[in-house]
C-alpha cells in the first residue's frame, strides 16, 4: 500500500526558515517524480515544485510564487522527499502536501498534509 | 502561465441527479487534464487523468471528456458520498490548478 507521510509543520514566524519531510512507502521511491501542494485555509489548491526521478536528472521546477525561497530535494535510499522554505511569508499558510507523481502529468498518491503557519 | 477556469463555482443538486463540471483552459493543453475529488478534511483524490481515463478503484459513473481547452467532468447518478469539492489540474506547462467545483446538496 502506497503511504506518503508530512511531518515538520508547526507555527513559524515571518523571515524564518521550516523544513517539511514527506517519508514514503509502498513503491519504489525513487522510480518516481515526487510534489508537493499546498492548500491556504478555506482555498483551492496550489501546486508548489516538484522534483524529477534521478532517471531524469533530479531536477526541480518551481511555482513563480515560491521560487528562490523554497527548495525541493530527495533522499532515495531513505524514501524521503523534504520540502525547505526559506524567508517565509504570512502568505505562505497552508496546509502541504506531498505527491507522487504520476507519468509526469498528475497526483496519484497523496499525504495527509502539514499545516504551516506563518504568523508573528 | 495557463489558467483554468472552472464552472460553475457551487451546483446544488439532489441524489440520482446527474453533475455536470466544466473546466476550461487559457490555452490548449492537449489531454493532459486530470481531476480530483476533495472532502472536508480530506486530502484531495485522483478521479480521472488524461482528460478521460479513471483512476484506480474509481467507480464508473464518474466520467471525462475533452480536449485542447475544454473539459467536462461528468457524474452519471449522484451518491451521498459524491457531495464533495472538485477540481481540475493541467500538466501541459508545469502544473496548475482550477478554482474549484462545490457540489452540494440541494
Known amino acids: 500500500e502506497v503511504q506518503l507521510v508530512e511531518s515538520g509543520g508547526g507555527l513559524v514566524q515571518p523571515g524564518r526558515s521550516l523544513r517539511l519531510s514527506c517519508t514514503a512507502s509502498?513503491?519504489?521511491?525513487?522510480?518516481?517524480?515526487m510534489s508537493w501542494v499546498r492548500q491556504a485555509p478555506g482555498k483551492g489548491l496550489e501546486w508548489v515544485g516538484f522534483?524529477?526521478?534521478?532517471?531524469?536528472?533530479?531536477?526541480?521546477e518551481y511555482a513563480a510564487s515560491v521560487k528562490g525561497r523554497f527548495t525541493i530535494s530527495r533522499d532515495d535510499s531513505k524514501s524521503i522527499a523534504y520540502l525547505q522554505m526559506n524567508s517565509l511569508k504570512t502568505e505562505d499558510t497552508a496546509v502541504y502536501y506531498c505527491t507522487r507523481v504520476r507519468g509526469r502529468r498528475n497526483f496519484d498518491y497523496w499525504g495527509q498534509g502539514t499545516l504551516v503557519t506563518v504568523s508573528s | 502561465e495557463i489558467v483554468l477556469t472552472q464552472s460553475p463555482a457551487t451546483l446544488s443538486l439532489s441524489p440520482g441527479e446527474r453533475a455536470t463540471l466544466s473546466c476550461r483552459a487559457s490555452?490548449?493543453?492537449?489531454?493532459?487534464l486530470a481531476w480530483y475529488q476533495q472532502k472536508p478534511g480530506q486530502a484531495p483524490r485522483l478521479l480521472i487523468y488524461?482528460?478521460?481515463n479513471r483512476a484506480t478503484g474509481i467507480p464508473a459513473r464518474f466520467s471525462g471528456s475533452g480536449s485542447g481547452t475544454d473539459f467536462t467532468l461528468t457524474i452519471s447518478s449522484l451518491e451521498p458520498e459524491d457531495f464533495a469539492v472538485y477540481y481540475c489540474q493541467q500538466r501541459s506547462n508545469f502544473f496548475t490548478f482550477g478554482g474549484g467545483t462545490k457540489v452540494e446538496i440541494k
Open positions: 522534483i524529477r526521478s534521478k532517471a531524469y536528472g533530479g531536477t526541480t
Open positions: 509502498g513503491f519504489t521511491f525513487g522510480d518516481y517524480a
Open positions: 490555452q490548449s493543453v492537449s489531454s493532459y
Open positions: 488524461d482528460a478521460s
